[in-house]
């Protein structure tokens, strides 16, 4: 067969773009071996043409649709970030017939449907594996691995900032705030960190986590979100005591009658597999009826490990194109006729146990109240820890509770928060099994 070229376009050369052109240039003989084709990036966009890159300048432009409305230019890959551009450019080349290789989990999460039909209708493709955990193969193991398994459950630690945060509080004791200064220093975090540290990134991917695993789609806005801003070193040193570390997880678990969907810190055994994910790493547990429990981990942010996602999916959309023959399997791994909107089970039902921390005025009869009044709603203590013995100061009171009702819970949070020797709001972390 005669060498065949598939022309791509470039939409973003920040670090993930300039990542996958030099995968592009550096594996392309096993690219083209593995493929059936010369894979080319034809033309790359940029904001500012000015700005220095190693790319030679005749790559380039700043113009996007000149590239997607380019005829010799049948993929593209979007990776502009989370902005209407994006969305627009997306939609402009699936209804030209070409196919979109993205790791924009926002807008796949809150416009995946949009995008899926009009791939369909123009007999072209979209790709996002990038979009979940950077460079671990979460999705393909979900769409084709595991598609034989009624999954019961998914928890995940899906963000690495949040991730690199709370290990770093964990070992060194060291405040948010310093830790959230260091992680900005070292690239781990944004400027801007709150779709990180607010959990605002984990439930865009549990968004499209749940929609692969059980062909539901449930909007980004109807998951429980729960940052990690207000944990003290207190809660990992007691986490600690107790046999607990505290992760950011991405929880979704299913039965026949609804599904959980929900982002926050999260207590889990210290043999929990994800106890040991540390520092920017990513980690996914998944326990399918079939197959038992499993997991999959590896990084799941940075240039290089999402430009692995990119490429494979590269790779996917031009063995397809060579064989003219677009692939029959839906994006999700369900047709996309039955995809159904739907509300997550209410956090008001959900069972579980909690740890939760006091800020009170050391005085007599603090505890005995504290404890009374949970004892009231039916919320069962299973272990008490009170420290600091100066009275008339602030000291912290955790307790750690049997099962219990998440409404009961806050019921109690809310009457006991209003006692006049609580001096700030209780928190409040799930422990989960």
Known sequence: MKDKTINIGLLGFGNVGAAVHELLQANAAGLSAKSGVSIHIKRVAVRDLKKQRTLDSSFLTSDVESIIDDSEITVVIELMGDCPEALNAMKRALSLGKSVVTANKAVIARHGKELFDLAAVHQC???????????????????????????????????????????????????????????QRLGYAEADPTSDVEG???????????????????????????????IMPLDFEMAQRFGYVVRLLGIAKADDDCIEARVHPTMIRQDNPLAHVEGP???????????????????????????????????????????????????????????????????SELHSDYYLRFMATDKPGVLARVTGLLGQHGISISSVYQHGHNEDEEVPIVVFTHKAKESAIQKSLSEIDKMDFITQKTQLIRIEE
């Open 281 to 347: 790493f990513n980690a996914i547990l998944y326990d399918g009826d079939f197959v038992g429990e499993g997991m999959l981990y590896g990084r799941g942010a940075g240039g290089r490990p999402t430009a692995s996602a990119i490429v494979a999916d590269l790779i996917e959309a031009c063995r397809n194109q060579v064989n003219k023959v677009p692939s029959s399997l839906s994006p999700i791994g369900f047709p996309l006729a039955g995809l159904v909107k739907v509300q997550p089970r209410a956090m």
């Open 200 to 230: 605002f990134d984990a439930a865009f991917k549990l968004s499209i986590l749940i929609l692969l695993a059980y062909g539901k789609f449930i909007s980004v806005d109807q998951i429980f979100r729960q940052g990690i801003t207000q």
């Open 125 to 183: 493709e979209i790709f996002f594996e990038a979009s979940v955990a950077g460079g671990i193969p979460i999705l393909r193991a979900l769409r084709e691995g595991l598609a034989g398994n009624r999954l019961t459950k998914l928890v995940g630690i899906i963000n690495g900032t949040s991730n690199y945060i709370l290990t770093e509080m964990c070992h060194k004791g060291t405040p948010f705030a310093d830790v959230l200064k260091e992680a």
